[in-house]
């Protein structure tokens, strides 16, 4: 199970606490390694997300697990929505964003303190939800989706951005070699943080993907749930409407 995979084993904190810590770490070379360890592939991915939502036209969105803005400031630029909504655990990651939309002069988005299982909207709020590798992270899968699910207005969209696991040769074994050793070295040397990008990997690779992702969407009361495998499947796109 995700739950069981924390950034740091040896510590009794819960999984929560620990990735809020984590992140507030990293935050100020976040950015930095993301486009630097993906080769920049990761604002492509980013498009593709946004992409799925040109037709709905959203108007009022949440961006889940926001991190540092960036699918929010993607959402902005190509659905022109009246408001979005950016929340996250992690202060640390919410100054980035709110330093770069003041830099930027962008006034439509605002970045929240705010918990994944416990999300201070009133349900039926948002036109859409959208979470770009953030999934991963919540403490209760179940309860997060749940609440994502309660927060959308009926016939909303949910889009979701997750690492998987390539299963054709080379690509899986070069991607595993590169996720077990490559990573984790250059991410520690970047960040000084000695649990962030060991902890990326393993808790990809624990991780409910394709088929099983999209019944934990259904569990949580999503229908018309779909999954695309972007790049030789190093990343999955998943659909949804409440």
Known sequence: MTTQIKPDKHSDLPKKQQVEQMFDSIAPKYDFLNHFLSAGIDNLWRKRAINTLLTKKPKYILDMATGTGDLAFEALKRLNPDKIVGLDISEGMLSCARKKAKQRSIEKISFERGDSENIN??????????????????????????????????????????????????????????????????????????????????????????????????????????????????????????
Not at 135 to 155: A, C, D, I
Not at 207 to 233: I, S
């Open 121 to 242: 909207y009133n349900e039926n709020t948002f036109d859409a939800v959208t979470v770009a590798f953030g999934v991963r992270n919540f403490e209760n899968l179940h309860k997060g989706l749940k609440e994502l699910q309660r927060v959308l207005k009926p016939g909303g969209s949910v889009v979701v951005l997750e690492f998987s696991k390539p299963q054709n040769f080379p690509v899986k074994e070069i991607y595993n070699f590169y996720f077990a050793k490559i990573l984790p070295l250059w991410g520690k040397i970047i960040s000084k943080d000695n649990q962030a990008y060991t902890y990326l990997p393993e808790s990809v690779m624990a991780f409910p993907e394709g088929r099983d992702f999209l019944q934990r969407l259904e569990q949580a009361g999503f229908k018309e749930t779909k999954a695309k495998k972007l790049t030789f499947g190093i990343c999955s796109l998943y659909t949804a409407i409440k």
